[in-house]
Antibody, heavy 118, light 110 residues
Framework: EMQLVESGGGLVQPGGSLRLSCEVS????????LTWVRQPPGRGLEWVSV???????YYADSVKGRFTTSRDGSKNTLYLQMSSVRPDDTAIYYC????????????WGQGTLVTVSA | QSALTQPPSASGSPGQSVTISCTGT?????????VSWYQQHPGKAPKLIIF???KRPSGVPDRFSASKSGNTASLTVSGLQAEDEADYYC??????????FGGGTKLTVL
């Protein structure tokens, strides 16, 4: 069964850092592109980043230069390193998979809440 | 990376059909056949219901259909059921390996 499980959310002060993790099981990295999507409380979805199987990463303008996506193949884990966080980074962060052969995020984690506040 | 435009709300009675629009530009919706739609119930993660403009994943009822014309994509829910009440989001590839979501539409089943 394909599954994604996020962890690492919590309260962080403005300007601080936090690392989110997403443990992936049930599918291989060779046929999957992994994505981070966030949702501020009561608001809509926002694409954050993607990492391709070759390790290339791409980011939304709102997080570029502050967030870094990486993965550890040996641990089947995706990471989102968040730095210089701002109050408007407060959101539920989801990891999701896009299969390499189509355009749709077909598996999602349950999300982890990040709150940026003093 | 401007969000795609969706109506904030839509509604219909059980058994009726409702269509939700998603308007972008020729740099996203109009430029690629890479539109997807998601259903999200309160407190839950989004669920993929349409990919590649008009394809349904296995297990999604055929009451859900979608299309695209120019810079506007559309999702139609036919034979509305109570469990269809949810938020719906469109998404499109926007070039340069970026994705963009719509602002979301709250569907109410009257």
């Amino acid at each position: 069964e394909m599954q994604l499980v996020e962890s690492g959310g919590g309260l962080v002060q403005p300007g601080g850092s936090l690392r989110l993790s997403c443990e992936v099981s049930g599918f291989t990295g060779s046929d999957s592109y992994l994505t981070w999507v966030r949702q501020p409380p009561g608001r809509g979805l926002e694409w954050v980043s993607v990492i391709y199987r070759g390790g290339s990463t791409y980011y939304a303008d709102s997080v570029k230069g502050r967030f870094t996506t990486s993965r550890d193949g040996s641990k089947n884990t995706l990471y989102l390193q968040m730095s210089s966080v701002r109050p408007d980074d407060t959101a539920i962060y989801y990891c999701a998979r896009r299969p390499s052969t189509s355009w749709g995020l077909d598996y999602w984690g349950q999300g982890t809440l990040v709150t940026v506040s003093a | 990376q401007s969000a795609l435009t969706q109506p904030p709300s839509a509604s219909g009675s059980p058994g009726q059909s409702v269509t939700i629009s998603c308007t972008g530009t020729n740099r996203d919706v109009g430029g690629y056949d890479y539109v997807s739609w998601y259903q999200q119930h309160p407190g839950k993660a989004p669920k993929l219901i349409i990919f590649d403009v008009d394809k349904r994943p296995s297990g999604v009822p055929d009451r859900f259909s979608a299309s695209k014309s120019g810079n506007t994509a559309s999702l139609t829910v036919s034979g509305l059921q109570a469990e269809d009440e949810a938020d719906y989001y469109c998404n499109s590839y926007a070039g340069s390996d970026n994705l963009v979501f719509g602002g979301g539409t709250k569907l109410t089943v009257l």
